[in-house]
């Protein structure tokens, strides 16, 4: 092939090549096609085919992961409180009380928490969740978004890994607040404000809703129903002993309380809701005479020392959700691993908010009562709405559980109290207690010994007559009443007069159990007014009693049978009257009733019969008689 040729292939290559090269350069550029969108704001909605009103749940789940942490925690004299950044309580300690079983530890880690372990909704806004509105359906956008901490750097920083900051009110005299906000793309935003007081036991929150809604219309955040709800729970802090196996409906459950009756509280009974194998869910909203929703003061959850409410404005008429979750099986302690495992309650109670429709912005106020169950303090709370001029009050203290005798059980604890800032421990102001009560129903126990002493005057003359009509019990019955009527003797004058007395056993018998004045309170060897003063624990269980060795039980039963022997005439009395023979086993059986009763009542039983034995020897010694018993 010639020269000629050859150049002439490799220059027309030589044009293609940069033929090729110069084209693209100047090739406009093509339009790309249109990526995905891409999330870059956790508030931002999806428009395509859909209402202005709905949130897409794929910004929602985006917005999850990239949300900013923080949390905020409240020191007051009283409480502190942590917040996180879902605006929630994830715990609520109060400083002056302590777990049981840790009196000798002085670390944050044993204050008493009213909020257990792993709940995450207590203050939580819950809307309409069965509401077929699309914007309501992802409701959970609440807890999904990233409420702000208004005014954070007021606050003391405390961690750097997350934003954590601090709100010490301990040396401070005037309320401080702290307020978060979010917002439902479009259509609402929200604040939450919280308002935390120095010296007491309940904290403000205010809850206002904005319509953001570009066109103004009107939003409505509900399901024609209700309109948003406010939650604690599910459960409270169980605070149990060892001997409690399953909580009690009146001491550990979702509680509400109606206007129409202040006194009468609502509680989630379990036995409506069937055995907890076969249980599901169930929810129980307050109802009025006519079955329709009826307004309460207040709801929340109680046990048998504490207890969590919510309180709105009475003029809001909120209704109350009570709801029951199942219950949650505890493991045994490593102490013990044949104790019976405890059940522990799993319930919650909601804050049911009227519907309202949002034009512009509205706000609700709430108090949050989370503190000891004590009488006075109980008493003294009242509504958001309160004023001078009008107060609002709102009954806490009808959750007190003092019994049917519930007014004697309030006027023997003032005596109480005022008996521990005598002697400053309240062993020995139930000891002065027992000995107040049994000076102040001496009179009747000593009319009752004399009574006693006119039947025995007679007895020879009765045994005569039922000896000698035998065979006509009426007539017997006639010549007994006339035998009576003629030595002035009243049958029943043994009995009679200790019946003023019944009413103040039993008020004792429910104060010195449920009195939060006496737990973690210790006397002597005992630890806690309020359990069984366990001395040793025993290497086997017995049936009916448990595992632990109790002393003050053992002690009533020997006192009480030093009792008998000394009173005397027990057994006289009792071959004449087969229920008094009956009477005889009577202490011994109620010393197998109350083996794990508390030990502050046990000490009660016993410091009565000491004093009771004490009264029979003085009163035989004033009025010359050696063989016949006085108890009560």
Same mark, same amino acid.
């Given at each position: ?5 050859? %150049? @002439? ?11 090729m ?31 202005t ?59 008493? =928490?009213l ?55 301990? #040396? ?11 917002e ?51 459960g ?9 196996? @399953? ?8 509680i ?41 003061l ?28 199942? #219950?949650?099986?505890?493991p ?15 319930? @919650? ?12 912005e509205?706000?609700?106020?709430f ?10 303090l109980?008493?003294?709370? #009242? ?25 004697v059980?309030?006027?023997? %604890?003032?005596?109480? =109290? ?5 002697? =400053? ?20 126990t ?15 003359q %009765?045994?005569?007559?039922? #000896? ?13 009443m ?12 043994g ?30 060897? !005992? ?58 086993y ?14 502050? %009542? !046990? ?9 009771? !034995? ?7 010694? !004033? ?6 018993p006085?108890?009560?």
């Open positions: 092939m010639e020269k000629r040729y050859i %150049l @002439a292939f490799v220059l027309i290559a030589l044009v293609i090549v940069a033929q090269v110069f084209l693209r350069q100047i090739e406009p550029e093509r339009p790309p096609q249109k990526p995905p969108t891409e999330i870059t704001d956790q508030r931002q909605i999806s428009t395509d085919n859909q209402p009103n709905q949130v897409n749940s794929k910004n929602l789940e985006v917005a999850k992961e990239i949300q900013r942490q923080w949390k905020i925690t409240v020191r007051t004299n009283k409480y502190e409180v942590t917040l996180d950044q879902s605006a929630v309580a994830l715990e609520w300690k109060l400083v002056e009380y302590l777990e049981r079983g840790k009196a000798n530890e002085s670390t944050d880690s044993v204050l008493v =928490n909020i257990p372990k792993g709940a995450k909704n207590c203050l939580q806004i819950v809307l309409a969740p069965n509401t077929t509105d699309a914007i309501l359906r992802a409701s959970k956008a609440l807890d999904l978004a990233h409420w702000q901490l208004t005014d954070s750097s007021k606050f003391n920083r405390t961690e750097e890994n997350i934003e954590s900051y601090s709100l010490d009110l301990r #040396e401070n005299t005037s309320p401080r607040q702290v307020v978060v906000s979010t439902i793309p479009q259509q609402v935003k929200i604040w939450k404000k919280f308002t935390f007081y120095p010296d007491t036991y309940y904290a403000d929150l205010e809850i206002t809703f904005k319509n953001i809604s570009p066109t103004g219309q009107v939003v409505k955040i509900g399901d024609g129903q209700y309109d948003y709800s406010l939650r604690w729970g599910p409270i802090f169980g605070d149990r002993i060892p001997h409690d196996q @399953a909580p009690s409906e009146k001491n550990e459950s979702a509400a309380l109606r206007p129409s009756e202040p006194s009468k509280v609502e509680f989630m009974k379990r036995k409506e809701l069937g055995e907890p194998d076969n249980r599901t869910d169930g929810v129980k909203i307050i109802t009025g005479k006519d079955e329709k929703p009826e307004p309460v207040w709801t929340g959850l109680n046990n048998r020392y504490f207890a969590a409410v919510l309180i709105p404005e009475t003029s809001r008429g909120a209704h109350a959700k009570l709801i029951e979750l199942g #219950e949650l099986n505890l045994a302690t490593e102490k013990s691993k044949t104790r019976p495992r405890v059940v522990a309650s799993t319930q @919650a109670a909601s804050l049911l908010i009227p519907e309202s429709d949002l034009t512009g509205n706000f609700d106020r108090r949050i009562f989370v503190g000891p169950k004590i009488t006075g109980l008493s003294q709370v #009242e509504a958001p709405d309160s004023t001078e001029e009008k107060p609002e009050k709102v009954y806490l203290d009808a959750m007190l559980s003092f019994g049917w005798m519930a007014p059980a309030r006027f023997l %604890l003032v005596i109480l =109290n005022l008996c521990n800032k005598i002697v =400053n421990n309240y062993g020995v102001a139930i000891i002065l207690l027992t000995l107040i009560v049994k000076l102040a129903t001496a009179p009747l000593l009319k009752a010994y004399r009574a006693t002493l006119d039947m025995k005057k007679v007895q020879p %009765l045994t005569a007559l039922k #000896e000698k009509y035998r065979d006509n019990p009426q007539r017997f019955n006639q010549e007994q006339a035998l009576f009527k003629k030595h002035k003797v009243n049958p029943f004058g009995c009679l007069p200790m019946l003023p007395s019944m009413p103040i056993f039993f008020a004792l018998f429910d104060l010195l159990r449920n009195a939060i004045e006496l737990r973690g309170a210790s006397f002597w060897w !005992i630890s806690d007014l309020t359990a069984p003063d366990a001395i040793y624990a025993l290497p086997f269980a017995i049936p009916f009693l448990g595992e632990n060795l109790n002393l003050l039980p053992l002690l009533y039963a020997a006192t009480t049978l030093l009792q008998q022997r000394i009173g005397g005439g027990m057994e006289t009395a009792a071959a004449d009257n087969p229920n008094m023979k009956m009477m005889q009577m202490p011994l059986i109620f010393t197998f009733i109350f083996y794990n009763f508390a030990s502050g %009542l !046990i000490l009660y039983f016993l410091c009565s019969n000491i004093f009771t !034995i004490f009264q029979n020897l003085i009163t035989k010694r !004033i009025l010359g008689e050696d063989d016949l006085i108890t009560g």
